[in-house]
């Protein structure tokens, strides 16, 4: 039904920026929550980020330091990272999340901060 593809990960220095993309195509549910989250090597799966009609989460280690945002036209939510840090290494997921359930996944795009 959805497919989710995620872009813009890569390398980036301590205290760089990097910006991610999740474009979704096929048919989306209303009212879906869209969001991200990460898995480090070795750790659980953890909330980066979602929005839904405006509303905003965000994980406690990123609040201040990343904003998620969408695009309704382009059918694309992103998410701006800022001051990044070591431990901020993991791929990141997108995520549609339905109002019955359901969850989609993108493929991951990979982040790494590193000196």
């Known amino acids: 039904q959805v497919q989710l593809v995620e872009s813009g990960g890569g390398l980036a220095r301590p205290g760089g920026s990097l910006r991610l993309s999740c474009a979704a195509s096929?048919?989306?549910?209303?009212?879906?929550?869209m969001g991200w989250y990460r898995r480090a090597p070795g750790q659980l799966r953890e909330l980066v980020a979602t929005?839904?009609?405006?509303?905003?989460n965000y994980g406690e280690s990123v609040k201040g330091r990343f904003t998620i945002s969408r695009d309704n036209a382009k059918n694309t939510v992103y998410l701006q990272m800022n001051s990044l840090k070591p431990e901020d290494t993991a791929v990141y997921y997108c995520?549609?999340?339905?109002?019955?359930?359901?969850?989609?996944w993108g493929q991951g795009t990979q982040v790494t901060v590193s000196s």
């Open positions: 995520n549609v999340h339905t109002l019955g359930g359901i969850d989609y």
């Open positions: 096929g048919r989306m549910p209303s009212f879906s929550t």
């Open positions: 929005t839904r009609s405006g509303d905003l």
